[in-house]
């Protein structure tokens, strides 16, 4: 065989694609090792903390000589700072089990983002999440900075079990896959927030992958302006998505301006079309969400939301708030939501 046949064939890719993967399995079990291995650091600098009487000023000075030590010997990468961050993480995981089973699966970047959070509930969900769908140190800092988790939550009528993630505690109940408010901050858009309908849209397809990481797990992109028509009409959505967990398509509406009754009866006529007309016999009933600029809690309370369970009516923001303003936004959502779902 000539050897020029040899660089056309499968042959060359298929040996890059073993290199590669086991350059992978390598940093994974690494990255793995060395997170163990700080942690381990961690429980060793407590427990000599605990042997002085004046533990404050003797852990600052055990720490200060500690990281001098090791970096005449070792080099960088062990500084005062360092070290505290070590301590602090196996405070923050004193069970070693979930050192094991959660944080070694991450990098120790994602993990002194996620030592960040206060609520044991909250870290374990940032953990879990991170881990399951692959989140870059950027994303899971984006998302913990919007408050992912309370967003989910706030779409939730439910109580959640206290050793239970949003999401994993109802499986495949379309309220754990839906955030309320959405931020939407990479849409470039200027403010304040002129754009139509038809630039949001765009800006939402242009930036796809990071609206597909807003949007949440299990999403893939089905197509925009899709056509349902009937005998004597034609009917365009917006924007159209299968999520391959709850199994059914989730159509989207996008409203530039404030909610109103009849966004709810045009979204409710679609999910029925297009349950009639597009979904299959293997898939659930259609989802349909409407993406507005404002929400009015007498609409929301009063029309076809508050009987329709596969129709929603969330808020976007055009840009990245500020923690009061979320928090705000958030209960004021999840306020909302209560009201929708009060005769339950």
Same mark, same amino acid.
């Given at each position: 065989m000539d050897i020029k046949s040899y660089k056309s064939s499968d042959f060359v890719n298929d040996i890059k694609q073993m290199l590669a993967q086991a350059r992978q399995k390598s940093y994974q079990a690494v +990255? %793995?090792?060395?997170?163990?291995?700080?942690?381990?650091?961690?429980?060793?600098?407590?427990?000599?903390? $605990?042997?002085? +009487?004046?533990?404050?000023?003797?852990?600052?000075?055990l720490l200060k000589k500690l990281s001098q030590a090791l970096t005449n010997d070792l080099g960088n990468g062990f500084s005062y700072s360092n070290l505290r961050n070590f301590r602090q993480f196996?405070?923050?995981?004193?069970?070693?089990?979930?050192?094991?089973?959660?944080?070694?699966?991450?990098?120790w970047s994602h993990n002194r983002l996620i030592m960040r959070v206060d609520d044991p509930l909250v870290r374990k969900f940032y953990l879990e999440e991170a881990a399951s769908q692959n989140w870059s140190v950027r994303v899971l800092e984006r998302n913990i900075n919007?408050?992912?988790? $309370?967003?989910?939550?706030?779409? *939730?009528?439910?109580? !959640?079990?206290?050793?239970?993630?949003?999401?994993?505690?109802?499986?495949? +109940?379309?309220?754990?896959?839906?955030?309320?408010?959405?931020?939407?901050?990479?849409f470039n858009i200027p403010e304040p927030l002129s754009a139509?309908?038809?630039?949001?849209?765009?800006a939402l397809i242009d930036n796809l992958q990071r609206f597909l990481l807003e949007l949440g797990k299990g999403y893939s992109f089905v197509g925009r302006q899709i056509?349902?028509?009937?005998?004597? %009409?034609?009917?365009?959505?917006?924007?159209?998505?299968?999520?391959? !967990? #709850?199994?059914?398509?989730? #159509?989207?509406?996008?409203?530039? /301006?404030?909610?109103?009754? $009849?966004?709810? /009866? *045009?979204?409710?006529?679609?999910?029925?079309?297009?349950?009639? #007309?597009?979904? $299959?016999?293997n898939d659930n009933p259609t989802i349909g969400i409407i993406l507005c600029a404002e929400k009015d809690e007498t609409v929301v309370k009063y029309s076809i939301l508050a009987e329709n369970k596969q129709l929603f009516a969330t808020k976007y923001m055009p840009y990245l708030p500020t923690k009061d303003e979320l928090k705000n936004e958030i209960e004021r959502e999840k306020r909302i939501f209560n009201q929708k779902n009060e005769k339950d």
């Amino acid at each position: 065989m000539d050897i020029k046949s040899y660089k056309s064939s499968d042959f060359v890719n298929d040996i890059k694609q073993m290199l590669a993967q086991a350059r992978q399995k390598s940093y994974q079990a690494v +990255n %793995s090792s060395m997170v163990e291995a700080y942690w381990l650091m961690g429980r060793r600098i407590v427990e000599e903390e $605990q042997q002085g +009487n004046d533990k404050a000023n003797y852990g600052d000075e055990l720490l200060k000589k500690l990281s001098q030590a090791l970096t005449n010997d070792l080099g960088n990468g062990f500084s005062y700072s360092n070290l505290r961050n070590f301590r602090q993480f196996y405070l923050t995981y004193p069970d070693i089990e979930i050192c094991y089973t959660l944080c070694s699966k991450l990098t120790w970047s994602h993990n002194r983002l996620i030592m960040r959070v206060d609520d044991p509930l909250v870290r374990k969900f940032y953990l879990e999440e991170a881990a399951s769908q692959n989140w870059s140190v950027r994303v899971l800092e984006r998302n913990i900075n919007t408050f992912y988790y $309370q967003r989910v939550l706030s779409t *939730q009528k439910r109580s !959640i079990p206290h050793d239970s993630s949003p999401i994993a505690a109802g499986g495949g +109940n379309p309220e754990d896959f839906i955030k309320d408010p959405y931020v939407f901050e990479f849409f470039n858009i200027p403010e304040p927030l002129s754009a139509t309908e038809n630039q949001i849209e765009s800006a939402l397809i242009d930036n796809l992958q990071r609206f597909l990481l807003e949007l949440g797990k299990g999403y893939s992109f089905v197509g925009r302006q899709i056509r349902i028509s009937t005998e004597t %009409s034609h009917f365009y959505i917006d924007l159209v998505f299968y999520n391959y !967990i #709850l199994k059914c398509f989730v #159509l989207f509406d996008l409203k530039a /301006g404030k909610l109103t009754h $009849q966004d709810t /009866g *045009q979204m409710d006529m679609y999910i029925r079309m297009f349950d009639d #007309l597009k979904k $299959q016999e293997n898939d659930n009933p259609t989802i349909g969400i409407i993406l507005c600029a404002e929400k009015d809690e007498t609409v929301v309370k009063y029309s076809i939301l508050a009987e329709n369970k596969q129709l929603f009516a969330t808020k976007y923001m055009p840009y990245l708030p500020t923690k009061d303003e979320l928090k705000n936004e958030i209960e004021r959502e999840k306020r909302i939501f209560n009201q929708k779902n009060e005769k339950d």
